[in-house]
T-cell receptor
Framework: GAVVSQHPSWVICKSGTSVKIECRSL??????MFWYRQFPKQSLMLMAT?????????EQGVEKDKFLINHASLTLSTLTVTSAHPEDSSFYIC????????????FGPGTRLLVL | AQSVTQPDIHITVSEGASLELRCNYS??????LFWYVQSPGQGLQLLLK??????LVQGIKGFEAEFKRSQSSFNLRKPSVHWSDAAEYFC????????????FGTGTKLQVIP
């Protein structure tokens, strides 16, 4: 199956700093990648849809200036949490849509962010 | 808009027993349906998917799911549960006919006891 990686898997940072999370599709090209946020004991909340070479589409209520998304290539999308605050602490998961059937998302292992 | 309901927040089964996790969806037409599994601190792994055709879908790790249009359900089953199946299971739905947003259920946490 298609493999998606995320880096880092764990990050702890001070309040006010920015954190970049990478999402890579390792064995396929992903024209579309997705960023989710998952709170403890809850389901996934879609934050934004990232299309290669164009601006990301953000879900309602997600601050685009807070969560910067860049999808510069067919295998890499990045999420930057700018000026992180403790309330941004969460589990961030990316997924990539495989082109063959176009409808299945393959998920990365997630990045746990803790802002002190 | 589509929605997904997983009525059971938490289920406990004995190892070797059969398992059925419920999923009901709301959508005007036949959607695309998925089941994912998430181990603690991990991302989601696709177990199986239904797009069209045979309504009984086989997945990985011995799981299967059956699409029942009349009941708007897509329940996940496994005949004999292993301790390694303990995890959180998410049902998801997406509109058919071109990609649109996937909606996830709230998840069912499976506990397996010896």
């Amino acid at each position: 199956g298609a493999v998606v990686s995320q880096h880092p898997s764990w990050v702890i940072c001070k309040s006010g700093t920015s954190v970049k999370i990478e999402c890579r599709s390792l064995d396929f090209q992903a024209t579309t990648m997705f960023w989710y946020r998952q709170f403890p004991k809850q389901s996934l909340m879609l934050m934004a849809t990232s299309n290669e070479g164009s601006k990301a589409t953000y879900e309602q209520g997600v601050e685009k200036d807070k969560f910067l998304i860049n999808h510069a290539s067919l295998t890499l999308s990045t999420l930057t949490v700018t000026s992180a605050h403790p309330e941004d602490s969460s589990f961030y998961i990316c997924s990539a849509r495989e082109g063959q059937d176009g409808e299945t998302q393959y998920f990365g292992p997630g990045t746990r962010l803790l802002v002190l | 808009a589509q929605s997904v309901t997983q009525p059971d927040i938490h289920i406990t089964v004995s190892e070797g027993a059969s398992l059925e996790l419920r999923c009901n969806y709301s959508y005007g037409a036949t959607p695309y349906l998925f089941w994912y599994v998430q181990s603690p601190g991990q991302g989601l792994q696709l177990l199986l998917k239904y797009f069209s055709g045979d309504t009984l879908v086989q997945g990985i790790k011995g799981f299967e799911a059956e699409f029942k249009r009349s009941q708007s359900s897509f329940n996940l089953r496994k005949p004999s549960v292993h301790w390694s199946d303990a995890a959180e299971y998410f049902c998801a739905v997406a509109p058919s006919g071109g990609y649109q947003k996937v909606t996830f259920g709230t998840g069912t946490k499976l506990q397996v006891i010896p």
